[in-house]
């Protein structure tokens, strides 16, 4: 699943958006691209469950 991120914008913002996906799923895949704002992930979470953790990170994200 592809999420938009808009305010991401730095390393820091991937680390809080990683760490936050690795605590609801530590077996999940992430991998982000700072210049089109996109997070990608593979897991098990639901894509609803996933989209919140970004956004309890303090990132508004949106199915891409």
Same mark, same amino acid.
């Given at each position: 699943?592809?999420f938009?991120?808009? #305010?991401m914008?730095?390393?820091?913002c991937t680390? =809080?958006?990683e760490?936050?996906i #690795?605590a #609801?799923d530590?077996?999940?895949?992430?991998a982000? $691209?700072? $210049?089109h704002?996109?997070v990608?992930?593979?897991?098990t979470?639901e894509q +609803? +469950?996933?989209?919140?953790?970004?956004? $309890?990170?303090?990132? $508004? +994200?949106? =199915? +891409?």
């Amino acid at each position: 699943m592809i999420f938009s991120v808009p #305010k991401m914008t730095c390393e820091h913002c991937t680390s =809080a958006i990683e760490s936050g996906i #690795k605590a #609801k799923d530590p077996s999940g895949v992430i991998a982000t $691209d700072l $210049d089109h704002c996109l997070v990608t992930v593979q897991s098990t979470l639901e894509q +609803a +469950a996933v989209r919140q953790a970004i956004v $309890d990170a303090g990132y $508004d +994200a949106s =199915a +891409a």
